[in-house]
């Protein structure tokens, strides 16, 4: 099995040097990791300036732009065979329910299942990377066991596993969870520099707004390693039928007698 794994934290991150060690155990593993932290940064790629590829003294490769941008050009030009899958993390933070559709490592994995490979965004509850070899070895685990069951380097699919910082024995079975929902950001941080300009800093997200039972939120506060199947359609396909009876009475509405 081969895997290239990413990140958005950088290629000198607890996290990614963690789970590289890991999941080397169990497969061949490619790291192409951005040069700096990147987080928050979604999908973005860089399409007006050119990207560099260097190797550091570990062998990692890393990229001067974002988390996709290393999936992106690793999977069309630099890798010289295909992966089996694609790995993000392990990040300092969560990344459940809103925060998803900003994650950069989530945007690391989801480039890959663009290209129609399985792939996993792997994030730590809590920041500063308590327990993180529990966290990794849980990952490389599932790994393992995906493999055994003929999951990996068949159908694509796109999962984001969230891990409780606890030790092994601490950690709860894997919960299959949908993403929970968060209260509103909070206002941005108004500063001035020694210039005297304006600055603004984006605040803090909001806490939960839903993190019932069944949620991401839920289960890693209770201890389980959270598991939630991502897709890429944003179609409301709920509302499809209210959009189009809609879009009929604005047009009707603007037809000439």
Not at 26 to 31: F, K, L, R, T
Not at 212 to 224: C, P, R, S, V
Request: aromatic share 6%; proline share 5%; hydrophobic share 45%.
């Amino acid at each position: 099995m081969r895997i290239l794994l990413s990140n958005d934290d950088g290629y000198q991150a607890p996290g990614l040097i963690a789970l590289h060690a890991a999941l080397s155990t169990v497969a061949e593993v490619d790291v192409i990791a951005p040069e700096h932290n990147n987080s928050a940064k979604s999908n973005a790629l860089t399409l007006n300036a050119p990207l560099y590829v260097q190797t550091a003294a570990n062998g990692f490769r890393y990229v001067n732009g974002t988390p996709a941008d290393c999936v992106h050009i690793a999977l069309t030009g630099l890798l010289d065979a295909r992966p089996d899958m694609v790995i993000s993390g392990i990040n300092n933070g969560a990344n459940m329910g809103d925060d998803t559709l900003y994650s950069g490592t989530v945007g690391a994995a989801m480039e890959g299942y663009l290209f129609g490979i399985p792939s996993l965004a792997v994030s730590q509850v809590d920041k500063g990377w308590a327990e993180l070899e529990a966290a990794a070895r849980t990952v490389a685990d599932f790994v393992g066991q995906m493999d055994g069951q003929k999951l990996i380097g068949t159908a694509a699919w796109l999962l984001n596993m969230n891990i409780p910082n606890l030790p092994l024995s601490a950690l709860r079975a894997p919960k299959l969870c949908r993403l929970g929902r968060r209260h509103a950001a909070q206002s941005a941080i108004r500063q001035e520099n020694p210039r005297g300009q304006t600055m603004y800093w984006i605040g803090a997200a909001g806490e939960a707004k839903d993190a019932g039972e069944g949620t991401d939120f839920h289960a890693t506060a209770h201890g389980h390693v959270a598991i939630t199947p991502l897709q890429i359609d944003l179609t409301d396909h709920q509302n499809l039928g209210y959009w189009a009876q809609t879009l009929a009475r604005l047009t009707a509405a603007e037809t000439p007698a």
